[in-house]
């Protein structure tokens, strides 16, 4: 699974640098000033996707891809985002001959920071986020009797955008959130 996350981002970076328009000045200019026009503190975003199963969180359970809706807003500064999303999944296992269904359902809100005035190609939005979130996870009777879990959790992201129009990118994304290990999907921007 990592060897495919590194082929993927390898692959739209790659992308990314060999069809940009690299102004060669991007870096004499002082770091406030710059900006490759990804993102800035106007910016609204709202994406959805789907997420691979995540091999840690079910493993060998008949999982559904997890579906993901996402917002964020840039805040206070040009490269810093808050933003938050939903996804939910479900699935089924089987266990004795039983057919067992489970859902599961993730709420979480993240600080992002865009890395667009490290990286100067104007249709590339690489960007990490971290916050703190909910999952919970239903079967139903297990062991004699329905099984219901909700924590709090961590969440770790690393993903990039790639416009293929002014108002609408490609996204990719990995890291932790306890439903899935990867996910992709659209972006508008507004």
Avoid at 38 to 57: A, H, V
């Amino acid at each position: 699974m990592k060897k495919i996350v590194l082929v993927v981002l390898s692959m739209a970076f790659g992308f990314g640098v060999s069809e940009a328009q690299v102004d060669k000045s991007f870096y004499q200019k002082s770091y406030d000033s710059r900006n490759n026009g990804t993102f800035d503190k106007s910016t609204s975003l709202l994406s959805f996707g789907l997420g691979i199963p995540s091999y840690y969180s079910y493993s060998g359970f008949n999982q559904s891809p997890a579906l993901y809706g996402k917002y964020e807003h840039g805040f206070l500064r040009d490269e810093v985002g808050l933003g938050g999303y939903l996804a939910f999944g479900w699935g089924s296992w089987d266990a004795g001959g039983e057919d067992y269904n489970f859902s599961a359902f993730s709420l979480a809100v993240l600080g992002y920071y865009h890395f667009n005035k490290l990286i100067p190609v104007e249709k590339l939005d690489a960007y990490a986020g971290a916050g703190l979130g909910i999952r919970t996870f239903s079967a139903d009777e297990w062991a004699g009797a329905d099984y219901d879990e909700s924590g709090a959790i961590f969440v770790v992201k690393i993903g990039a955008r790639y416009y293929v129009a002014k108002s609408f990118a490609v996204y990719f994304e990995t890291g932790y959130d306890d439903l899935s290990s990867v996910n992709f999907g659209g972006t508008f921007r507004f």
